[in-house]
């Protein structure tokens, strides 16, 4: 099973955090661009009809800023040149700002199954610094036309001024009306960013603050009946999110529209972040692959144990010798030593202690040195 990845880059305005390959001055192009995309797969049906995918995830961007019926053709196209699973998870990103009962029930037609809510803050003021468009009244309208749907809420800590009380009340908000999964992410501010100011003036949390307020969260949603699968993402029992599985599990996956990015038979590839570039490569008939690198056995491995240990059932080590034809146990002896205090055996299952889960990066590397 495989994933599709669709990226829809228009938004009513950029965050003060977001680094993705947005555009909020040119919505006005959204009905020519959902029609590259449509061509894009057309483009792709040939070499992937071998492919059976399970995933269609729709992001952005804000996917819900733009005509609905452009979203109900996307998921017609999907189907039409792609082997989609009958009982494929379907998401949509969406902001609160900007969703209705008409798109909800359009989405619902077309097979939109999942959807994943930007909530970020239930504090109306931490929400205006991060320049969001919606408010904590839009996010309550816009989970009561979900009531009973399957849908995400994503929950970020490290904001300037926030408190650990704040990060429990977004948790409760997000979970009194009806979340059966939330996603739970540090702030992170890049260069290049109006946010990478507030970093550089040091107005923003420091690393230990941001440590505690995810160990509070933990707790909160542990309490509240979520399990954390991954570093950031925690579900009630049932609701994973399967096309992030499937990316977690060095699953392969194949990205449409401006920026996306693919994996195929071992070969990574990315379209241009170019919008105009985009539009004259797919209309003359052409893919807009700018960066293709074939990833080779010692690269497998890395992103392998780099992915599956960012999750809270970690590396099987099963899995791990009929992939790369090697005993994970004596190939990493001597770090598994010396990184005993972090790290442990549950069964076939090599994994990072849960308490010392969020700090990963720094257990993980010592595993990469020896790739």
């Excluded at 990103?93 to 077309?110: A, D, Q, R, W």
């Excluded at 948790?171 to 059966?180: L, M, N, P, R, T």
């Excluded at 529209?257 to 919008?275: H, K, M, P, Y």
């Amino acid at each position: 099973m495989a994933g599709i990845y669709v990226h829809v880059p228009f938004c009513k305005s950029k965050c003060r955090y977001c680094d993705f390959t947005s555009f909020p001055d040119k919505i006005t192009f959204a009905e020519s661009y959902m029609a590259c995309v449509y061509r894009e797969m057309s483009m792709r049906r040939e070499d992937l009809k071998d492919y059976k995918f399970d995933t269609l995830y729709i992001g952005g961007g804000t996917p819900s800023v733009i005509d609905e019926s452009y979203i109900a053709m996307l998921v017609a196209a999907a189907r039409k040149n792609f082997n989609l699973a009958s009982d494929a998870e379907i998401t949509i990103e969406i902001n609160p700002g900007t969703i209705s009962v008409g798109k909800i029930t359009l989405y619902e037609k077309c097979g939109i199954n999942r959807y994943s809510v930007g909530l970020q803050s239930a504090i109306d003021g931490q929400l205006r610094d991060l320049g969001r468009t919606h408010t904590l009244n839009d996010f309550v309208s816009c989970a009561k036309l979900l009531k009973g749907k399957n849908f995400n809420v994503d929950v970020m800590i490290g904001l300037k001024g926030q408190s650990e009380d704040d990060i429990l009340k977004t948790i409760e908000v997000a979970s009194v009306f009806g979340a059966s999964h939330i996603s739970m992410y540090a702030l992170t501010p890049e260069d290049g960013t109006p946010i990478y100011t507030d970093y550089l003036n040091g107005e923003l949390p420091d690393a230990d603050e941001v440590a505690a307020m995810y160990e509070t969260g933990v707790k909160k949603l542990k309490e509240l009946g979520f399990e954390r699968y991954e570093v950031s993402n925690f579900a009630k029992r049932g609701f994973e999110s399967r096309h992030n599985l499937n990316y977690w599990r060095r699953g392969e996956y194949i990205g449409f529209g401006v920026s996306a990015s693919s994996c195929v038979n071992n070969i990574r590839f990315t379209n241009t972040f170019d919008l105009d570039e985009y539009f004259k490569c797919i209309l003359s008939g052409h893919l807009a692959v700018i960066d293709r690198e074939e990833i080779d056995k010692d690269g497998q491995k890395e992103e392998f144990i780099m992915l599956a240990l960012r999750t809270a059932e970690g590396l099987n080590v099963n899995r791990y010798q009929s992939l790369f034809g090697s005993d994970f146990k004596e190939e990493f002896a001597s770090t598994i030593s010396k990184m005993r205090e972090y790290v442990e055996f549950s069964g076939d299952n090599f994994k990072i202690k849960d308490r010392y889960l969020f700090v990963q990066n720094s257990i993980i590397v010592e595993f990469l040195r020896l790739v």
